[in-house]
């Protein structure tokens, strides 16, 4: 497809939001503008430099399934944007939804989608 690998905006990697934090502090935790790690064709955002050496060892584990876009809009074969306070910790994997609308949708059934 031709959407990039990573849903990225101006402020980067999850709306340049820690993907770390997610699991660390389970809830979204905005990262700050000058502590960065570039993974994947995006500039990733983090609280701590922690934080970011944690993902920078191990990208995978940190970074949301889908490349951040929509888990739901995924399954239905759309790459579509997600909102950093629509998420969701799987089996120790990040997943984010295109709002709370359809994080509840998504949520019913995850293993189906």
Same mark, same amino acid.
């Given at each position: 497809?031709?959407?990039?690998?990573?849903?990225?905006?101006? %402020? $980067?990697?999850?709306?340049?939001?820690?993907?770390? +934090?997610?699991?660390?502090?389970?809830?979204?935790?905005?990262?700050?503008?000058?502590?960065?790690?570039?993974? #994947?064709?995006?500039?990733?955002?983090?609280? @701590?430099?922690?934080?970011?050496?944690?993902? %920078? %060892? #191990?990208?995978?584990?940190? +970074?949301?399934?889908?490349? $951040?876009?929509? +888990?739901? $809009?995924?399954?239905? @074969?759309?790459?579509?944007?997600?909102?950093?306070?629509?998420?969701?910790?799987?089996?120790?994997?990040?997943?984010?939804?295109?709002?709370?609308?359809?994080? @509840?949708?998504?949520?019913? @059934?995850?293993?189906?989608?």
């Amino acid at each position: 497809s031709s959407k990039p690998a990573v849903f990225s905006t101006k %402020a $980067g990697a999850i709306r340049g939001y820690d993907p770390v +934090a997610y699991f660390t502090q389970s809830k979204p935790v905005k990262g700050q503008e000058n502590i960065t790690h570039t993974w #994947n064709g995006a500039v990733w955002h983090f609280a @701590n430099t922690g934080n970011r050496d944690k993902f %920078a %060892a #191990n990208p995978e584990k940190f +970074a949301p399934q889908y490349g $951040g876009y929509c +888990a739901y $809009g995924w399954s239905q @074969n759309y790459a579509v944007k997600t909102e950093p306070e629509a998420w969701s910790v799987v089996d120790g994997k990040l997943y984010l939804n295109y709002d709370m609308d359809i994080r @509840n949708t998504w949520e019913k @059934n995850k293993a189906e989608y």
